[in-house]
């Protein structure tokens, strides 16, 4: 499974960016996606996640990090075969190279919030934010 990152760009703090995450797997709408922030000189991590599950009635599950729930939203777009990560009213703190994160199956909040489960990553595109 290869992964493509993309969106990434120079904004001003209050600005919107629109990150995509491409997949080349055509089962893309049943994988545990998650996106992960590597802020300059600090390790990677856990920004937002959507998993499918068949029988928590057949639906996408949502996972935010505390500090960008109410700012950021995570969705699919099954058509484009994408999950894209929309990140509005950006703060300064918000730097960083985002890297999407691929794994077959449903994950639960402590999992997909984890970089451990997750086989496939993309190369990663880099927000930059002024204040």
């Known amino acids: 499974v290869q992964l493509q990152a993309s969106g990434g760009g120079l904004v001003q703090a209050g600005d919107s960016l629109r990150l995509s995450c491409a997949a080349s797997?055509?089962?893309?709408?049943?994988?545990?996606v998650g996106w992960f922030r590597q802020a300059p000189g600090k390790e990677r991590d856990f920004v937002a996640a959507?998993?499918?599950?068949?029988?928590?009635?057949?639906?996408?599950?949502?996972y935010y990090a505390e500090h960008v729930k109410g700012r950021f939203i995570i969705s699919r777009d099954n058509v484009k075969n994408t999950v894209n990560l929309e990140m509005n009213s950006l703060e300064s703190e918000d730097t960083g190279v985002y890297y999407c994160?691929?794994?077959?199956?449903?994950?639960?909040?402590?999992?997909?919030?984890?970089?451990?489960?997750?086989?496939?990553w993309g190369q990663g595109t880099l927000v930059t934010v002024s204040s």
């Open positions: 994160a691929a794994q077959p199956g449903y994950r639960t909040s402590a999992q997909a919030m984890s970089m451990t489960p997750y086989d496939y």
């Open positions: 959507i998993t499918w599950s068949w029988t928590g009635g057949n639906r996408d599950y949502k």
């Open positions: 797997v055509r089962t893309f709408s049943t994988y545990t």
